[in-house]
């Protein structure tokens, strides 16, 4: 027998939601290399975070620098730009600054973070997404009013748990699929490029 999945607005399942920092106030923050990584939409890759290029900034002077500031198990969707994507925050990461270009979720305990980013993931989570908006350019432009109108669905725990699960490994099994393309890639290159190198004989 088919589970009757509950679907509920997503204003009901949060705890806090919000956009990040005005891009003209984090012009002014200072690069700082013991500082809180700054996060913006080149750092959301592949359903996840990745900070390895991202600047750290100093947040000394910077009023309300809190308001901005996201934790492990937020969960973080683009709103501005061409494409639009979803990752949850890390465990690793314990704070981070965001940019206006993203905006935050923090859940309450009735639905996974993972889950509802791999919903967003999906073609009809973000037509939900984008259902709530009335732009019609290519261009993506979200704000928090239209995102927590949007609907959500809410099945059991058990469900969401076996959902992410069945996510992670796919998500994992294509990132090494790419993984392997680019490698064999490379190797048939320099193997071209071997081939074509001219031989040196000795006379």
Not at 49 to 68: Q, R
Not at 105 to 127: C, H, M, S, V, W
Request: glycine content about 4%; overall charge neutral; hydrophobic content about 45%.
């Amino acid at each position: 027998m088919k589970t009757e999945i509950a679907v509920k607005p997503l204003g009901s399942l949060v705890v806090k939601i919000f956009a990040g920092a005005p891009l003209y106030s984090i012009a002014k923050l200072s690069v700082k290399e013991e500082g809180v990584p700054l996060l913006n939409i080149k750092d959301v890759k592949e359903g996840r975070i990745v900070i390895n290029n991202s600047s750290f900034v100093s947040l000394n002077n910077f009023k309300n620098a809190d308001h901005y500031l996201v934790q492990s198990g937020d969960v973080l969707i683009t709103c501005r730009g061409t494409q639009l994507k979803a990752a949850v925050v890390p465990d690793t990461l314990k704070n981070a600054l965001i940019t206006a270009n993203l905006i935050a979720i923090r859940l309450n305990d009735r639905i996974l973070p993972e889950f509802l980013a791999a919903y967003f993931r999906t073609d009809p989570g973000q037509k939900d997404l984008l259902s709530n908006i009335a732009s019609i350019s290519a261009q993506i432009v979200l704000n928090v009013a239209d995102i927590i109108k949007t609907n959500i669905p809410v099945p059991p725990l058990v469900l969401q748990e076996q959902i992410v699960k069945l996510t992670n490994i796919a998500e994992e099994q294509y990132r090494l699929n790419i993984e392997m393309a680019d490698l064999n890639r490379k190797i048939a290159n320099q193997v071209l490029i071997d081939m074509l190198k001219p031989e040196v004989t000795s006379e």
